[in-house]
């Protein structure tokens, strides 16, 4: 790719477009967990049934995600964002009518799950592949635009459940959904690499000529998929429940919920910090290291109960676990080629998808059956430490295209 292209002025309105989108798509998932009790209050279903929807809707992102990226792949981000934001306001609003807890699940979780999958990995792939230089910042930015979420959306939802029903709650955020996500959707492109005739053939990488096939049996990428699992499935519980936590130790509503928004804050910080970091020292490195300290960084919740302790747990989980997850773009980048990425990061994304998957129902069924999220931190921090372990083993390709080819071929 010519310097001169992918330098393009315009790679920095893709950074904001993206971090936009993902700020608004994932502030319209994860309204759930502030509208956990008032649901469960109106209705009467239970917090099992109710986290059961997320863990739904994280099922669908990750069908969604591999899906949603292999179509960005062929048709280009545009047409898949648009869509997604599309999909993704109508879906919030549907959920807002729902009569039962079975609809409710269905709807929020397959609908809302699957629309946002087609933000993720699409934008991120989009991303990597307009810069050739501060790459690890790039796709750092845009995830800390995903990061925003808890610190505008999430409090955007409690004001307005604290004024409003959760319904009425539900078809606003609908609302803004469509008004911010449509319009930024078009402003996302191809990237010149791929827009131009030819790009994806011409592009000098050492895995250049390997198949989508081969790209997803290669040891490289499964490692990615089984680290990104265990990564979210150690921190998608802490997430999810932090707020229902904070509130079962006595803390008010708004005031649980600024937790989530400190957590937010210092992600936002985590993300830029750690691509900062992860330019410098490598994004693996990085990652080994950022693993093993989100292990221990959840299990400290397990000793707070007052408002300032879990201010500072939040701050430094946030930072953490935010920080780690850009880089396995990154590492996605730097290992397979740009005509797959929407394929390989979505597939990256599936993994993590899953894993986030793990956190509402478990934490859910653990508080049901024993009045407390106690067990919940304790088993995080036992998966964290299994994905640091599995991040350990993985050898980037070699990056002479010979050496690359023949461990593509053995692989």
Request: proline share 5%; hydrophobic share 55%; aromatic share 10%.
């Amino acid at each position: 790719m010519p310097h001169a292209v992918a330098e393009s002025p315009y790679r920095w309105v893709i950074v904001a477009a993206g971090g936009l989108l993902g700020c608004v798509a994932i502030g319209a998932m994860f309204s759930l967990p502030v509208l956990l009790r008032p649901i469960s209050e109106d209705t009467g279903w239970s917090t099992t049934g109710i986290s059961t929807a997320m863990t739904i809707g994280f099922l669908a992102l990750a069908l969604g995600s591999i899906a949603w990226g292999s179509l960005s792949d062929r048709f280009g981000p545009r047409a898949v964002v648009l869509a997604g934001s599309t999909m993704l306001a109508g879906s919030v609003a549907v959920a807002s009518r729902a009569t039962s807890l079975v609809e409710f699940q269905l709807v929020f979780g397959l609908m809302v799950g699957f629309s946002t999958a087609a933000i993720f990995a699409p934008m991120m792939a989009c991303v990597t592949g307009w810069f050739e230089t501060q790459r690890g910042l790039a796709v750092s930015l845009v995830s800390a635009g995903m990061g925003m979420a808890p610190m505008t959306m999430a409090p955007l939802a409690a004001w307005l459940v604290s004024n409003y029903d959760w319904r009425t709650t539900m078809l606003i955020l609908a609302g803004i959904a469509a008004a911010i996500m449509i319009p930024a959707a078009l402003l996302v492109r191809r990237p010149p690499a791929l827009a131009a005739r030819g790009g994806a053939a011409a592009e000098a990488h050492p895995q250049a000529d390997m198949s989508v096939r081969q790209a997803v049996r290669t040891p490289q990428f499964i490692i990615l998929l089984l680290t990104n699992f265990f990564c979210c499935a150690t921190h998608s519980g802490p997430i999810f429940h932090t707020v229902s936590y904070a509130i079962s130790c006595g803390i008010p509503m708004i005031a649980a919920v600024s937790i989530y928004s400190v957590e937010g804050l210092a992600g936002m910080g985590g993300r830029v910090a750690f691509g900062f970091l992860g330019d410098r020292f490598g994004a693996k490195n990085v990652l080994v290291t950022g693993l093993l300290l989100q292990a221990f960084g959840v299990l400290a919740y397990f000793f707070v109960s007052g408002l300032t302790g879990f201010y500072t747990v939040a701050a430094i989980v946030g930072f953490i676990y935010a920080g780690v997850m850009p880089l396995y773009a990154v590492i996605a980048r730097e290992n397979f080629p740009l005509k797959m990425m929407g394929t390989v990061i979505g597939g990256t994304a599936m993994a993590g998808s899953l894993g986030m998957a793990t956190g509402p129902v478990l934490g859910g069924l653990l508080y049901d059956s024993y009045a407390t999220y106690s067990w919940l931190y304790v088993g995080s921090w036992g998966i964290g430490l299994g994905a640091f372990l599995i991040a350990m083993t993985f050898r980037p390709f070699p990056k002479t295209p010979g050496m690359a080819a023949n461990a593509a071929a053995t692989a």
